[in-house]
């Protein structure tokens, strides 16, 4: 079809949906730039819409929360009977041979677009280390070449990116060399899109040519693992489990052997870690039982008498928050795919830069103005037949970087890497200088080619010199 062909037919298609606006500037295009326009509106699937606009953008329903619920039950994060502690041990010893068979993948979720953060550039570029200022990406590449000497394996790690800064993060990779791993071991690849929309369900243009896209949030994993190949790149690798991790939590154990251990044994597809949330109304998921399935239902869509109510003994009901750790089997993301699979869509009002549809004039808003879908991993715990939880002791695995200041910004993660180091010396029987307040007088960081976890520090223990109050130490 030559492009004046086309140019009629997508015109007659955004006619029926109410979008011909996105032609507006049609005439003031040069070819390549109409074939570039073309190119994004014929990707659109039209045939979901209408209902996309009406359900999610102009009518929003919000969740359909399940009619009845309960807490979720979790593995405690220290094994209390005799039962559970021989549970424990053979899980660790499963854990550890599916690792060492190579059964095992790292997979992290970097097609975020770290707004919060305003960092110029991809997320996992974002320097983090107390002492070496080693960025995300870096500790995770050590952290993965480390547990492949560990357990004696070829590590592979695959990473997704967005199609907003795929570029920029194989240029990241590259300036870096691959941080010692083996170019061939990671597997890049971008993750869907989803259009933006006015508040009254117009497609925005980014520009006159370009439609404003954003990536289709941490659930569009699900499908772009598929699509990209990588899910049939793990089979020819005999990879079974998918080690799911977030871009801006370096305190991640990627390859846990007690997690993948218990996720194998109880025949579990998709599994959790969670932490006992710091209060009723932390802004974090909460791990629900529904229909026998566990199912995460959002802070904000927990009723506030639910998220208050506690048990006798005075602990929280709803106590078990996500932290976005996931165990996931290859034959899991492989089934849904082949069956067909969709998670709802959650609308997030942002800020999004775009195009006057009648003057061409670029807008760059100072509140939000549009609106953004995204589809959350969480959302696919209730298809997986098996579903366990592991409880984990927040200081221990999670210290996200999310916004610049305050909570859950790089000053908080670097005091909790320092606070973790630390610890782990402490139970290797090192001894730490500490301030009146009982804060380290030192900092420390660990590399991991040095530990991956609290025991290998003890292993080490007799390379660590004697501690001095005010020192920097970096142990590598
Ligand atoms: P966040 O929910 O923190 O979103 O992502 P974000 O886009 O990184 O940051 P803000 O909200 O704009 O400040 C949690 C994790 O999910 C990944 C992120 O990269 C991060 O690892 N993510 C999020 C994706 O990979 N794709 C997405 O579309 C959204």
């Known amino acids: 079809m030559d492009i004046q062909q086309r140019y009629k037919s997508v015109l007659q298609v955004l006619k029926n949906y109410n979008q011909q606006h996105l032609l507006n500037f049609w005439d003031v295009l040069d ?18 819409l209408a209902q996309k606009i009406d359900r999610y953008v102009i009518n929003p329903v919000g969740t359909i929360l399940p009619k009845s619920f309960s807490a979720a039950p979790a593995y405690p994060a220290k094994p209390k009977t005799d039962e559970q502690k021989k549970k424990y041990h053979e899980a660790i010893e499963l854990g550890k041979e599916l690792i060492s068979a190579g059964k095992v993948a790292a997979f992290v979720v970097a097609g975020g677009q770290g707004t919060r953060l305003g960092f110029d550039g991809p997320k996992g570029d974002f320097p983090i280390s107390p002492i070496e200022n080693k960025t995300l990406f870096r500790i995770f590449a050590e952290t993965v070449k480390a547990a492949g000497k560990k357990y004696g394996f070829e590590p592979v790690w695959y990473v997704m990116t967005s199609p907003l800064n795929h570029g920029q993060t194989l240029g990241i990779f590259a300036r870096n060399d691959y941080y010692g791993l083996k170019k061939e071991d990671i597997f890049f690849f971008p993750q869907g899109t989803e259009v933006n929309y006015s508040a009254d369900g117009k497609i925005l243009l980014a520009e006159k040519d370009e439609l404003a896209v954003s990536p289709d949030g941490h659930g569009g994993s699900l499908k772009a693992l598929y699509k990209s190949g990588a899910v049939a790149d793990m089979k020819d690798r005999g990879i079974e489990y998918i080690s799911y991790f977030q871009v801006d ?8 052997p007690l997690f993948v251990g218990l ?38 869509d927990l009723a506030e008498e639910l998220a208050q109510k506690k048990k006798p003994d005075g602990s929280l009901v709803f106590s078990m928050g996500s932290i976005a750790i996931h165990m996931i089997n290859r034959s899991f993301v492989d089934a849904l795919n082949n069956k067909g699979f969709a998670l709802p869509y959650h609308k997030a009002v942002k800020k999004i830069p775009c195009i006057d549809i009648q003057s061409g004039r ?33 200081s221990e695995e999670f210290a996200p970087v999310k916004n610049a200041e305050g909570a ?9 890497m320092i606070a973790l180091a630390v610890s782990w010396l402490h139970s290797a029987g090192i001894e730490v200088p500490k301030k009146a307040d009982s804060s380290p007088d030192c900092i420390i960081e660990i590399a991991p080619s040095f530990a991956i976890c609290r025991e290998d520090v003890t292993a080490v223990r007799d390379k660590i010199l004697p501690i001095k109050p005010g020192d920097m130490i970096y142990l590598e």
């Open 31 to 48: 070819n390549s730039e109409r074939v570039k326009l073309l190119n994004q509106i014929e990707d659109i699937e039209f045939s979901s």
């Open 249 to 256: 939590n370096p305190l991640i154990n990627i390859f846990d």
């Open 263 to 300: 996720h194998a044994m109880d025949g579990a597809q998709m599994s959790s870690k969670s932490v006992f949330k710091s209060g009723p109304l932390e802004k974090v998921g909460n791990f629900c039982l529904a229909d026998g399935k566990v199912t995460v239902i959002e802070y904000s």
């Open 362 to 394: 670029k807008i760059e808003p100072d509140s939000p103005n549009g609106i953004k879908l995204e589809t959350f991993v969480f959302d696919a715990l209730p298809l997986a037949e098996k579903s366990i939880i592991l409880e984990t002791i927040r």
């Open 408 to 416: 859950d910004s790089p000053a908080v993660t670097k005091q909790m």
